[in-house]
């Protein structure tokens, strides 16, 4: 099928482009309102108003109808609903920061592809292609991995909530009480729903755009090493020819690092935020699954929920990791390519190149720790400290016994 014709590698013989790899998240971005068209200007302006429309109700009525809900209707929540409501709005507030910045930086994600287009152009033997093609496909599975993560997470809350007769989120709605029946019920539930993917969408386009060009990063890496490994391989080719070359390798080094510094300054800030949270909104879920009375299919929502808060982090801090490593890959190829016999200027280049390649390409959060699996795990061990003081203090217990002895007064 067209629509999903870049999930797989492309043959050898089709060009393809570093650009392809960023197909699913631009159409993300269009479908969201981030991306306006160039012209006319009366689709821009129309255009325009979707953008203010998403943004209305994914950054300022998710989390403000959440919040109200808690004043208006505090005494109608069961601990249960009462945990699924406040774990969304707590990552509400992270991704009105990180969705905020996102979005005013997008210029960024298309200056990357504007430096990485030259790349691109040295990829000449079968087996530099197949790099590429791979790399593409990859990132284009990855993006429809998490929106299918993302998006499956909003589906099975809507209908698990509906099916035990309450609505999911329950976002205060001043047009629709859904407790006064059925048809209001599924009419208020599908308004949050859209409202929710609107928000889970614009997540969604935070938490991937890392993903995405760290994996090109990654992919045009291993371009390089592979390009290492056949200087001076070539019996037929020059000094001056074997010179270039390694020039070109250097020049490409550079871009790849240029390009690690255009997204720098965005990435350490939404995972900043990211980390902020991510610790409270696992406790919650934890503590929902944990210590009260819940459905099967209502579990399976929040472990839905806390896969989905997981795949914000992990996978991103993964990926530095790798890359870390795959400068290290690149400094062993150089230093055992074939440089033994070459000339002065040669030699005095490699060493040049040497120097450079070993400082490795690290990212960091907030520009305080590094962005790595390690700090991953240390900042989701903090719902482990919150699951603790809940046990310790019976909170649990004490919340459940003060919900019913509220209900027999009544």
Not at 211 to 223: D, P
Not at 266 to 279: D, E, H, K, N, P
Not at 294 to 318: H, R
Request: glycine fraction near 4%; charged fraction near 15%.
């Amino acid at each position: 099928m067209p629509l999903f014709e870049r999930l797989e590698p492309a043959p050898l013989g089709q060009k393809v482009t570093s650009l392809d790899a960023c197909v699913y998240f631009y159409r993300t971005a269009f479908v969201m309102g981030w991306l306006p068209p160039k012209n006319p200007a009366w689709q821009r302006w129309i255009y325009s108003l979707w953008t203010g429309t998403t943004m209305l109700l994914g950054l300022i009525y998710l989390p403000l109808g959440l919040t109200l809900t808690y004043v208006v209707h505090f005494d109608k929540f069961m601990p249960n609903e009462f945990l699924t409501s406040l774990q969304v709005d707590f990552n509400c507030i992270g991704n009105v920061i990180k969705a905020t910045m996102t979005f005013s930086q997008m210029w960024r994600m298309q200056k990357m592809n504007e430096l990485m287009a030259p790349l691109d152009e040295r990829c000449v033997t079968p087996s530099q292609r197949q790099l590429l093609h791979d790399m593409v496909a990859w990132v284009n599975r990855m993006m429809v991995f998490f929106l299918a993560m993302y998006l499956g997470f909003s589906t099975l809350n809507l209908f698990t909530s509906v099916f035990a007769g309450k609505a999911p989120w329950q976002l205060y709605n001043p047009l629709i009480d859904w407790r006064q029946g059925v048809w209001q019920l599924w009419v208020a539930s599908i308004m949050e729903y859209f409202v929710v993917c609107i928000g889970v969408m614009q997540e969604l386009l935070s938490d991937t755009y890392a993903i995405v060009f760290i994996s090109l990063f990654r992919g045009h890496l291993a371009i390089l090493r592979d390009r290492i490994k056949n200087l001076r391989m070539d019996p037929e080719l020059s000094e001056e020819e074997n010179y270039k070359q390694l020039v070109a390798c250097i020049q490409d080094h550079r871009t790849i690092v240029q390009c690690t510094e255009v997204i720098r300054p965005l990435l350490s800030t939404t995972i900043f935020a990211q980390f902020m949270l991510v610790g409270i909104v696992l406790g919650l879920a934890a503590f929902n699954i944990l210590f009260f009375p819940n459905t099967f299919w209502m579990i399976l929502a929040n472990v839905s929920f806390i896969l989905a808060i997981c795949t914000e982090t992990f996978p991103c801090c993964m990926l530095c990791e790798y890359i870390i490593e795959d400068c290290s890959n690149l400094t062993y190829a150089l230093f055992h390519s074939n440089w033994s016999t070459a000339n002065r200027r040669y030699k005095s280049a490699l060493i040049y190149f040497l120097h450079r390649v070993q400082q490795p390409i690290e990212f960091k959060a907030g520009a305080i720790f590094p962005i790595s699996v390690q700090s991953n795990i240390t900042v989701a061990k903090f719902a482990f400290s919150i699951i603790t003081v809940v046990k310790q203090m019976n909170l649990g217990e004490k919340f459940l016994n003060h919900k019913v002895s509220g209900e027999q007064e009544l």
